[in-house]
T-cell receptor
Framework: GQQVMQIPQYQHVQEGEDFTTYCNSS?????IQWYKQRPGGHPVFLIQ?????EVKKQKRLTFQFGEAKKNSSLHITATQTTDVGTYFC????????????FGTGTRLTIIP | GAVVSQHPSRVICKSGTSVKIECRSL??????MFWYRQFPKQSLMLMAT?????????EQGVEKDKFLINHASLTLSTLTVTSAHPEDSSFYIC?????????FGDGTRLSIL
């Protein structure tokens, strides 16, 4: 079945440093979504990428979808303590299939 | 934005008890609802997909007689964990979708003693 892996599993950064998490799917995706889950909370939708090579920005967050539509990345510039949480990518294998396969997640902790 | 309400938020009960969890989409009609389970420090694992008025589609390895799903209307789906045992203790999260992304409920933390 489809597998979605993320690296790294954990990342500890000093406040103000940059952070990147990488997402790799075993199969080609129709689109990919990113979610943030705070400790003890539920996943919150951040963004969806659909097009090959697409890049989207949300303030300090930059999301990329690979040309082959099998990988994606999330980059946070100048991290803040509010960025703490686990970041999940979630891929949809093909159009018409509503199932999302969640990645393994990257847990970000910030050292003030 | 879209709001999904999940109730209860936390349940602690004895082994053998059946537990019902409700998931409601408050400001939109959800064509599809999803039920996930998340163990500590792990990712979300899809348990089943439910569409209003039809039987839920369960993922491989998920017992449909153990986890009963009823999708009675376009705004309500329920998950009943029947005869729960300690190994069923987990964080259960629903999500609902009309068009576009899934919107998640706050989750239910289930602890079976």
């Amino acid at each position: 079945g489809q597998q979605v892996m993320q690296i790294p599993q954990y990342q500890h950064v000093q406040e103000g440093e940059d952070f990147t998490t990488y997402c790799n799917s075993s199969t080609t995706l129709s689109n990919i979504q990113w979610y943030k889950q705070r400790p003890g909370g539920h996943p919150v939708f951040l963004i969806q990428l659909v097009k090959s090579g697409e890049v989207k920005k949300q303030k300090r967050l930059t999301f990329q979808f690979g040309e082959a539509k099998k990988n994606s990345s999330l980059h946070i510039t100048a991290t803040q303590t509010t960025d703490v949480g686990t970041y999940f990518c979630a891929g949809r294998p093909n159009f018409g299939n509503e199932k999302l396969t969640f990645g393994t997640g990257t847990r970000l902790t910030i050292i003030p | 934005g879209a709001v999904v309400s999940q109730h209860p938020s936390r349940v602690i009960c004895k082994s053998g008890t059946s537990v019902k969890i409700e998931c409601r989409s408050l400001d939109f009609q959800a064509t599809t609802m999803f039920w996930y389970r998340q163990f500590p420090k792990q990712s979300l694992m899809l348990m089943a997909t439910s569409n209003e008025g039809s039987k839920a589609t369960y993922e491989q390895g998920v017992e449909k007689d153990k986890f009963l799903i009823n999708h009675a209307s376009l705004t309500l789906s329920t998950l009943t964990v029947t005869s729960a045992h300690p190994e069923d203790s987990s964080f259960y999260i629903c999500s609902a979708r009309a068009r576009g992304p899934q919107h998640f409920g706050d989750g239910t933390r289930l602890s079976i003693l």
